[in-house]
């Protein structure tokens, strides 16, 4: 048989590009405390040693808070704001939209600058909120493209036949966009949740003495003692990714098929 | 002719305007639509008749003038307080809900109990033939059906008025000519005012009591399908309904009631007043004649009156029912076309033949 080329670089493409992940779990079960091969050993001691940090929980905690917040807000942002974008016509749209999207393409670093130097000037000290405050900002122009998709695909005269038929605009919101639009809302909400969760720059410059969790993983690695157990919690990090997005998607696929449309694109 | 309704007015235009920018789309529309009558407004796209349309539902507010429902005038009033209700052209099926779901959805805020409810969907899908289709989930439907949903989803309130956006036109053309006949026996059935907006004459001309030809953001003409194809005001109307030839000719001048005019390849007319929707100045005009009011002249007929003209047969077009024939009088510079029903011994011309043809100046329409 013919090798072909094609699937050579495709093999080793995927190879380059998981293998790093795969080492993950093989040293998280690793018994040596340093990470080479050969391999020791299989033990559980990392994934024990992280129920028995206080600190670690401390930024899972501040992590979570932070992306579920920002998620939320991000999604309900983007929701007004796509809706206006694919809805109405007003002066300035294309500018205002424009803006809105900027921050898909600034550096990180200089946001984070900026807020920062904005928080000191208004004598705010930094934390949870204001890294919510950061991370909604980077992660609104994702929700708005992922929701103004879910919009445009939606018929614009079906909210129109729902306030025909005495609806307020409000109810007709509640009972024909919004449903319409979920499979958008639960993608909107999943990436933006992923992109906070693992976001290091501006929670770095922002988080003062409350770490997250990329902050926190950052600061055991100057301990090499402490390297193992860091391959531990990244290997529940990338199951709970995967979970994450599988639930995501059947949601999303489920959602379509309710309302009979057919898939176009999506995670998986 | 019936510019004025008889029957009570339902919604009355009133010098309608209405500009978006400089854009000029309803340029002074004033007409009364009856209660019960089956009204279209037609034209070219672009003519401004479903930006009207959308004015009379509340969907766009309008610059100036006045549109009364039911004798209020409805400046102000939200689409969900006007007692109309409107087929979208997409049909607008929600389609995360069953079909009961979708025909009940404007049932929601009313003060029914459950099973009144229940009831009411029933036999609004009973009337149009959707009986058994409650359960079906919205989008599992075909194009015919969805049309029937979204009209049984509009009349379940019983409006006043049933808007109505070139409902026909996702439709095959089997289809469509279905629909046009259950849409007219529904409107029959419910009594409720229906306007229709459509740039397919031929459907406007079978559906309505009375059409607004629409052009440019004006009525251009307001008539029954009657008069309509038979007396158009404007050569533009006349081109816009049916087919039409038009022939040179020259106004000779009035006598007694009459207009006395000489048609180029046909020869010399009189008209009645009627016939000249733009009046008669003596000098050059047009005569507007359809094809089917020219008759092919067979082997050893002859025309009343002797009013008859010759010609060469120039296209052939043959439909089966119907033969079209473009035929260049002798002495005129553009052919007529002329519609023939397929009868038996009446042969199908060849190209190039010589050909006789009857004419009737009660068929004829003069433009200025």
Known sequence: ?268 | MSQTSTRTPIVTLTGVQKYYGDYHALRGITANIGQGEFFSLLGPSGCGKTTLLRAIAGFEDISEGQILLDGKDMEGVAPNRRPTNMVFQSYAIFPHMSVAENVGFGLRKSSMSVAEKRTAVGQALEMVGLGKFGARAAHALSGGQRQRVALARALILKPKVLLLDEPLSALDKKMREVMQVELIKLQREVGITFILVTHDQEEALVMSDRIAVMFEGEIAQLDDPETLYRRPKSRRVAEFIGMMNFLPARVLGEAGGRVGVEVQGLGPAELEPAQCPSGAVAGAAEIGVRPESLTLLYDGQTAEGGREASGTVREVVYYGDMTYYDILLDGTPAPVRVSMRNMPGRRVLEFGARARLAWDPRAMVLFG
């Open chain 1, 1 to 268: 048989m013919r090798v072909n080329a094609l699937a050579v670089f495709t093999v080793l493409y995927l190879l380059v590009l998981y293998a790093p992940i795969v080492l993950l779990p093989m040293f998280a079960f690793n018994a040596g405390t340093v990470i080479a091969f050969p391999l020791q050993g299989f033990t559980l001691e990392w994934f024990a040693a992280l129920l028995n940090t206080p600190a670690l929980h401390e930024a899972t905690l501040n992590s979570l808070i932070i992306a579920i917040s920002t998620a939320v807000f991000s999604t309900i942002l983007g929701l007004f704001a796509a809706r206006a974008a694919t809805r109405y016509g007003f002066p300035g749209k294309g500018g205002i939209v424009g803006f809105i999207m900027l921050p898909l393409v600034l550096p990180e670093v200089i946001v984070a600058i900026s807020l920062l130097i904005v928080l000191m000037q208004l004598g705010l000290t930094s934390g949870t909120w204001s890294i919510i405050a950061g991370h909604t900002l980077i992660c609104t122009p994702f929700a708005i493209a992922i929701l103004q998709g879910s919009f445009s695909n939606m018929d614009k005269s079906l909210e129109e036949a729902a306030i025909d038929l005495g609806e307020t605009p409000w109810s007709t919101f509640r009972l024909i966009t919004l449903p319409l639009v979920s499979p958008g809302i639960i993608a909107s909400l999943l990436i933006c949740f992923t992109i906070s969760l693992d976001e290091f720059i501006i929670a770095f410059f922002l988080s003062g003495n409350e770490p997250t969790l990329p902050v926190y993983l950052w600061g055991q690695l100057r301990f090499p003692a402490r390297l193992p157990v860091v391959m531990a919690l990244g290997t529940i990090l990338v199951l709970l990714s995967v979970a994450l997005l599988i639930v995501a998607e059947t949601f999303r696929r489920r959602g379509l098929k309710r309302v009979g449309l057919k898939d176009t694109g999506g995670f998986l």
